[in-house]
T-cell receptor, first 110, second 119 residues
């Protein structure tokens, strides 16, 4: 059965800290892995990863994929209170459907 | 980025009534749209894949007669919750991709979601 597992489920850190969120998957016919940030409403797209070892960056956020070990990490440096959200990892398995992980709830304390 | 509009954002209805939720791609054509359901503090669960001009594909465990999906044009998909009951109360989110989801340039864009409360 295809599945996506995120860890930790929740994380509380102080502003300025660096955090690493994990996403592992078990899949047949992997196509891509996507990261989303969800605040109060719908998720907003962060990154799409298809190749191993190529880091994608956007400001203080970065992500990388390891297709051999079947996982991805999302790093956030110098965290700010606006980074507080649920971070969702999703994987496509050779078709157009996304399977989402459980999410990591990140809380940044001022 | 691409814009997906969902309407209504919030709806309250009585048990037994039907509710329609619309999902529109505003600046691109989407041959495929997806409908998700999200319970509080849980992740998104795919309900069905909406295909323009053909029948929707439902995930296992999702009642197709209860959750009617119509994808009449390349920019509009609708989800109708028929004979709604309190257990149908949830956050419903649609998404669409510019290209093939998961492929190059094929990231999904989400609507703002619709919160359904059935009394």
């Amino acid at each position: 059965e295809d599945k996506v597992v995120q860890s930790p489920l929740s994380l509380v850190v102080h502003e300025g800290d660096t955090v690493t969120l994990n996403c592992s998957y078990e899949v047949t016919n992997f196509r891509s892995l996507l990261w989303y940030k969800q605040e109060k409403k719908a998720p907003t797209f962060l990154f799409m990863l298809t190749s191993s070892g190529i880091e994608k960056k956007s400001g203080r956020l970065s992500s990388i994929l390891d297709k051999k070990e079947l996982f991805s990490i999302l790093n956030i440096t110098a965290t700010q209170t606006g980074d507080s959200a649920v971070y969702l990892c999703a994987v496509t398995f050779g078709n157009e459907k996304l399977t989402f992980g459980t999410g990591t709830r990140l809380t940044i304390i001022p | 980025g691409a814009v997906v509009s969902q309407h209504p954002s919030r709806v309250i209805c009585k048990s037994g009534t039907s509710v329609k939720i619309e999902c529109r791609s505003l600046d691109f054509q989407a041959t495929t749209m997806f409908w998700y359901r999200q319970f509080p503090k849980q992740s998104l669960m795919l309900m069905a894949t909406s295909n323009e001009g053909s029948k929707a594909t439902y995930e296992q465990g999702v009642e197709k007669d209860k959750f009617l999906i119509n994808h009449a044009s390349l920019t509009l998909s609708t989800l109708t919750v028929t004979s709604a009951h309190p257990e149908d109360s949830s956050f419903y989110i649609c998404s669409a991709s510019v290209g093939v989801a998961g492929g190059p340039g094929g990231e999904l864009f989400f609507g703002e979601g619709s919160r359904l409360t059935v009394l």
